[in-house]
Nanobody, 123 residues
Framework: VQLQASGGGLVQAGGCLRLSCAASGRTFSRYTMGWFRQAPGKEREFVAGINRSGGSTRYADSVKGRFTISRDNDKNTVYLQMNSLKLEDTAVYYC?????????????????WGQGTQVTVSS
């Protein structure tokens, strides 16, 4: 599967962005999907995950209440709505697939990765 993330950009603190991740192929609905991010000099970290049907989600504590993950299986796309952005949200954001029904918060739990999209939050 190939993943193409988009929607990143430069935004002021308190603003919002919506990331999209489009997947190739006809098996998108079999994958649990995750969003991760990596800031300069830091390890890649889990942001949010969503199960195959979209009925279950999981979030990192740092984004709970501000970010919302969703998916449209008909469009082979997963989204990350980011509101109330903070300076510390600045990072490259990656989407990834997981071929298990459970949502994992670990990088090693995911198999295929998109190329990443840069999100920069300014003061």
């Amino acid at each position: 599967v190939q993943l193409q993330a988009s929607g990143g950009g430069l935004v002021q603190a308190g603003g919002c962005l919506r990331l999209s991740c489009a997947a190739s192929g006809r098996t998108f609905s079999r994958y649990t999907m995750g969003w991760f991010r990596q800031a300069p000099g830091k390890e890649r970290e889990f942001v949010a995950g969503i199960n195959r049907s979209g009925g279950s989600t999981r979030y990192a504590d740092s984004v709970k209440g501000r970010f919302t993950i969703s998916r449209d299986n008909d469009k082979n796309t997963v989204y990350l709505q980011m509101n109330s952005l903070k300076l510390e949200d600045t990072a490259v954001y990656y989407c990834a697939t997981r071929d298990y029904p459970s949502i994992s918060g670990e990088v090693r739990g995911y198999d295929y990765w998109g190329q990443g999209t840069q999100v920069t939050v300014s003061s």
